[in-house]
Every structure is written in C-alpha cells, then in structure tokens.
C-alpha cells in the first residue's frame, strides 16, 4: 500500500501513529516499588509501567492500606504515592511511612500540578513530585540511579 494510502487510513489527519514503545533500560538488580493510588485505572497502569521496566511492584488504593504494609516489614525501593488517596491520604501517609525510618526512594505522583501542592508533598516527605502521567523522561534516572547506574541528580 502506498505511503499516502496509509496516511489516509490513519484517520488523524495525515499523522502516522507509532506504537508505544518503552525507552529500553536493563536493570541488574532486583528492584520492587510499591503503587499507592486510589483510582483502579491509574494504579494497574502505573504497575504495568514498572513491571514492563523490570520492577516487582505491589499495589494498594489507599494511604492507610500503605502505611500498614510497610509497618508489617514490607521493603521497596521506590514508592509512588498519590496525594488524593481514600481514607488517609497521601501527605498524611507519607509522613507517617518516613516517621517509620523509611528512606527508599518516594514520588509524589498527582494530576494536581500547583506549587502549593508540590511545596506540601515535598514537606511531607516525597523526594520528588511529578505530574501524572508519569512518563520515561521521570522514570528513567530515577530507575538507572536506584540501580546504582549512576549518582543521583
């Protein structure tokens, strides 16, 4: 089929869509984050993106449900945690996962974007806030680093 034919079928316009491809990273070590998000959608599509990294990923879908697999000895090395979390939320939650002496790695990961909210989440404890989605460009250094690829930025 030609070129043009294919542009036609595309239905966008003339944009030739690409699949979804991950940027390639091979860890050497065995790594696992935990996925604090209350909404379903978002949540199994954060674990998805970690495990297709390589990542053990465990899931829950509220802060409290958080806070108490780690107090029963649970152990990651990166934690994405949302700020709008059922039953306790995500500040709260962090909060109380670093009283714990918890110093994995933590992402505040949220569609709320405003200073305000990147100035509370990082007061409670996360390392670093991201805008949902979060995407390779985030995910990348942060995986390479806990990975001892190289020194954190």
């Known amino acids: 089929m030609a070129p043009a034919a294919d542009e036609a079928k595309s239905g966008n316009g003339g944009q030739i869509q690409r699949p ?7 860890l050497r070590n065995r790594l696992t984050a935990l996925v604090v998000d209350g909404d379903n959608f978002c949540r199994l599509l954060q674990q998805g993106i970690l495990q297709a990294y390589g990542l053990q990923t465990q899931t829950v879908d509220n802060g409290d449900a ?4 780690i107090a029963s000895g649970a152990k990651f090395d990166l934690i994405l945690i949302d700020m709008l979390l059922p039953i306790l939320d995500g500040l709260e939650a962090t909060r109380r996962i670093r009283a714990m002496g918890v110093n994995c790695k933590m992402l505040g990961v949220t569609a709320f974007s405003g200073e305000r909210e990147r100035q509370a989440f990082l007061a409670a404890g996360v390392d670093l806030f991201v805008e949902k989605p979060l995407g390779p460009e985030v995910l990348i250094p942060i995986l390479r680093e806990l990975d001892g690829q190289y020194p954190s930025i």
């Open 20 to 26: 979804f491809t991950f940027n390639e990273i091979v």
């Open 66 to 69: 958080a806070v108490e697999l």
